[in-house]
């Protein structure tokens, strides 16, 4: 597994935080799901490449390890460990990156991330796309009921490879590569510090969660009341177990209801990581969803300019 170019390092705020980037033209940030202090399995952000270099022949793609996650800094502060956070690290991100009209596209814990951000940024955000968002759609998550019960303990390869199959349709997708980079995650002295603070010290319990269920539920009432202010699209896919499809169908309606610019795309055989699953069918749907917000405001602009 190779995103096929060097990783970069930028200070956001005081956090050296890692991200790669590759291509020109319209710029994409991928954001990967999950949290820090997972011991169970680490979230990636090279979970993206079987599309970030088929993306970045026709657009500029960036793919960042969020706040605490992969060699990123933990946060520097107790306190921080939220999503809250986590969605204030990207938008200093996006802000340190000089990046204006990003199309944003995250998934799971992911997805609530750039939901946040499109809502709490949306000077930097030109588009967002939501994968497989048990996080966001309404609804109580299933993963404690899916996931739990792992009968391997932390930091293990095992354990990793049992949790990622349980996540997927197809689980050749859960490859020798993909747990090689995971675990080179699980080995680092700051990853297993988030551990100890998010398990041992009981931020998790304490804080984390309480506050993920706060924000779901504001931002569940500002999608529901504001509306994204931004071209949306929902990308699904039908085994997800711990995001079930009537969930989304259910985050779809609250969304549209509000912005007419929403779309949402089901992806048969998949699940919890459509765009690994099935990279052509998701590549696809992103330039699908680019070059119709261009053709849209060039056709809006003609019908300015006309009258």
């Given at each position: 597994?190779?995103?096929?170019?060097?990783?970069?390092?930028?200070?956001?705020?005081?956090?050296?935080?890692?991200?790669?980037e590759?291509?020109?033209?319209?710029?994409?940030?991928l954001?990967?799901?999950?949290?820090?202090?997972?011991?169970?399995?680490?979230?990636?952000?090279?979970?993206?490449?079987?599309?970030?270099?088929?993306?970045?022949?026709?657009?500029?793609?960036?793919a960042?390890?969020?706040?605490?996650?992969?060699?990123?800094?933990?946060?520097?502060?107790?306190?921080?460990?939220?999503?809250?956070?986590?969605?204030?690290?990207?938008?200093?991100?996006?802000?340190?990156?000089?990046l204006?009209?990003?199309?944003?596209?995250?998934?799971s814990?992911?997805?609530?991330a750039?939901?946040?951000l499109?809502l709490?940024?949306?000077?930097?955000?030109?588009?967002?796309?939501?994968?497989?968002?048990?996080?966001?759609?309404?609804?109580?998550?299933?993963?404690?009921?899916?996931?739990?019960?792992?009968?391997h303990?932390?930091?293990?390869?095992?354990?990793?490879?049992?949790?990622?199959e349980?996540?997927?349709?197809n689980?050749?997708?859960v490859?020798?590569?993909?747990?090689?980079?995971?675990?080179?995650?699980?080995?680092?002295?700051?990853?297993?510090?988030?551990?100890?603070?998010?398990?041992?010290?009981?931020?998790k319990?304490?804080?984390?969660?309480?506050?993920?269920?706060?924000?779901?539920k504001?931002?569940?009432?500002?999608?529901?009341?504001?509306?994204?202010?931004?071209?949306?699209?929902?990308v699904?896919?039908?085994?997800?177990?711990?995001?079930?499809?009537?969930?989304?169908?259910?985050?779809?309606?609250?969304?549209?209801?509000?912005?007419?610019?929403?779309?949402?795309?089901?992806?048969n055989?998949?699940?919890?990581?459509?765009?690994?699953?099935?990279?052509?069918?998701?590549?696809?749907?992103?330039?699908?969803?680019?070059s119709?917000?261009?053709?849209r405001e060039?056709?809006?602009?003609?019908?300015?300019?006309?009258?």
């Amino acid at each position: 597994m190779a995103m096929s170019v060097d990783p970069r390092w930028i200070d956001v705020d005081g956090i050296q935080t890692r991200y790669f980037e590759a291509g020109t033209g319209e710029p994409i940030l991928l954001v990967t799901g999950g949290n820090f202090g997972a011991g169970d399995a680490a979230s990636i952000v090279e979970s993206w490449d079987r599309n970030f270099c088929p993306l970045s022949e026709r657009y500029r793609v960036i793919a960042v390890d969020k706040l605490g996650q992969g060699y990123t800094d933990n946060p520097a502060r107790d306190e921080d460990y939220t999503m809250d956070a986590v969605v204030r690290h990207l938008g200093g991100f996006v802000r340190t990156l000089g990046l204006q009209g990003v199309h944003v596209a995250g998934q799971s814990r992911g997805a609530m991330a750039v939901a946040c951000l499109t809502l709490d940024y949306p000077q930097y955000v030109r588009s967002c796309t939501l994968v497989n968002t048990s996080t966001l759609a309404p609804g109580v998550g299933l993963n404690e009921v899916v996931l739990g019960g792992t009968p391997h303990p932390h930091f293990t390869r095992e354990g990793q490879k049992w949790l990622f199959e349980r996540c997927e349709h197809n689980k050749d997708v859960v490859d020798d590569d993909f747990l090689d980079e995971a675990m080179k995650v699980f080995a680092l002295p700051k990853y297993v510090e988030s551990v100890r603070k998010m398990e041992q010290e009981g931020l998790k319990a304490m804080l984390f969660v309480p506050e993920l269920m706060r924000l779901k539920k504001d931002t569940l009432q500002r999608l529901a009341q504001q509306g994204m202010g931004r071209p949306t699209q929902l990308v699904w896919g039908t085994e997800d177990r711990t995001a079930l499809i009537e969930r989304g169908i259910d985050l779809f309606h609250i969304i549209a209801s509000r912005e007419p610019r929403t779309t949402m795309h089901v992806m048969n055989s998949a699940g919890h990581h459509p765009y690994r699953e099935h990279p052509e069918h998701f590549n696809d749907l992103m330039h699908a969803f680019i070059s119709s917000i261009s053709d849209r405001e060039s056709r809006n602009c003609c019908n300015e300019q006309a009258v």
